[in-house]
């Protein structure tokens, strides 16, 4: 690897003398530095933010490990691969568990992480940290509850809190339940921490493996039929247009009749 601003001697423009050696011992190579400020260059323009507008997390929660999945370590020991053999992918050089052909086949579509770790042994207390991106205190703790210091906010809260609305569709919705710990309590990180319940995401309690799946909250009751909601959904717009009419007349006043021209 090249550093360019690395320790040692410095001259005056804050590159040492070795490396001006090491660059120019690349060119004998067919590396030079043109070609290494242009990989660069090139990389920067790669790392322009996407375009997605979703994104769907599945927590699998008491999932399977990594070496029977992403990172199968084939030429560890007996007691640290695991008995899922692995398999070739699109991607040379990577392969997954069995158990994963398809996934395997779309390889090259997929950016693979290998090396997060939590240093957190404990189901609850490292799934608030993946739920966060911010560690539990203490850590190694079963059966974490929600509350301070440990009331940083869902990752869907966030986003909540920092995106314009889309319509009437919430910033983040959740299913098909709460996470639970094994005394019945919830996990800490779900919801909005410290940023309120008011940018909670929407949880929507459902059973999808059903073969009757349907989410509650989205069935009428008996005493409404879709000619009384179309009514409600009419009084609402009409009160949401009335709201917005007298919000932007009280704006308005704060102008000159010519400005509000």
Same mark, same amino acid.
């Given at each position: 690897?090249?550093?360019?601003?690395?320790?040692?001697?410095?001259?005056?423009?804050?590159?040492?003398?070795?490396?001006?050696?090491?660059?120019?011992?690349?060119?004998?190579?067919?590396?030079?530095?043109?070609?290494?400020?242009?990989?660069?260059?090139?990389?920067?323009?790669?790392?322009?933010?996407? %375009?997605? %507008? /979703?994104?769907i997390v599945l927590f699998l929660?008491?999932?399977?490990?990594?070496?029977?999945?992403? !990172?199968?370590?084939?030429?560890?020991?007996?007691?640290?691969?695991? !008995?899922?053999?692995?398999?070739?992918?699109?991607?040379?050089?990577?392969?997954?568990?069995?158990?994963?052909?398809?996934?395997?086949?779309?390889?090259?579509? @997929?950016?693979?992480?290998?090396?997060? /770790?939590?240093?957190?042994?404990?189901?609850?207390?490292s799934g608030y940290y993946m739920? =966060?991106? %911010?560690?539990?205190?203490?850590? $190694? #703790?079963? $059966?974490?509850?929600?509350?301070?210091?440990?009331?940083?906010? $869902?990752?869907?809260? #966030?986003?909540?809190?920092?995106?314009?609305?889309?319509?009437?569709?919430?910033?983040?919705?959740?299913?098909?339940?709460?996470?639970?710990?094994?005394?019945?309590?919830?996990?800490?990180?779900? !919801?909005?921490?410290?940023?309120?319940?008011?940018?909670?995401?929407?949880?929507?309690?459902?059973?999808?493996?059903?073969?009757?799946?349907?989410?509650?909250?989205?069935?009428?009751?008996?005493?409404? =039929?879709?000619?009384?909601?179309?009514?409600?959904?009419?009084?609402?717009?009409? @009160?949401?247009?009335?709201?917005?009419?007298?919000? $932007?007349? =009280?704006?308005?006043?704060?102008?000159?009749?010519?400005?509000?021209?």
């Amino acid at each position: 690897m090249l550093s360019i601003t690395s320790s040692g001697q410095k001259l005056c423009d804050g590159i040492s003398r070795r490396e001006i050696l090491r660059i120019g011992g690349l060119g004998v190579c067919g590396l030079g530095l043109s070609h290494l400020l242009g990989n660069i260059s090139q990389a920067s323009s790669l790392s322009e933010p996407g %375009k997605a %507008k /979703s994104c769907i997390v599945l927590f699998l929660m008491g999932g399977p490990p990594q070496h029977s999945t992403w !990172d199968p370590k084939p030429l560890a020991p007996d007691n640290v691969r695991g !008995d899922i053999a692995p398999i070739s992918t699109s991607l040379p050089g990577i392969q997954f568990g069995e158990l994963m052909p398809q996934l395997a086949q779309r390889a090259d579509k @997929l950016a693979v992480l290998r090396a997060v /770790s939590t240093n957190d042994n404990a189901h609850s207390s490292s799934g608030y940290y993946m739920l =966060t991106g %911010k560690p539990h205190t203490p850590q $190694n #703790v079963e $059966n974490a509850n929600p509350g301070a210091p440990n009331d940083w906010p $869902n990752w869907g809260s #966030v986003l909540q809190r920092l995106t314009e609305p889309r319509g009437q569709l919430p910033g983040s919705v959740r299913l098909p339940n709460h996470i639970f710990n094994t005394d019945g309590s919830v996990w800490p990180g779900q !919801d909005g921490g410290m940023l309120g319940h008011g940018v909670d995401p929407w949880l929507f309690r459902c059973q999808p493996a059903s073969p009757d799946y349907k989410i509650q909250e989205f069935q009428l009751t008996d005493d409404v =039929t879709l000619d009384r909601l179309a009514s409600r959904r009419s009084l609402a717009r009409m @009160l949401d247009e009335r709201i917005e009419a007298g919000s $932007n007349a =009280t704006r308005l006043g704060s102008f000159s009749a010519q400005q509000q021209r």
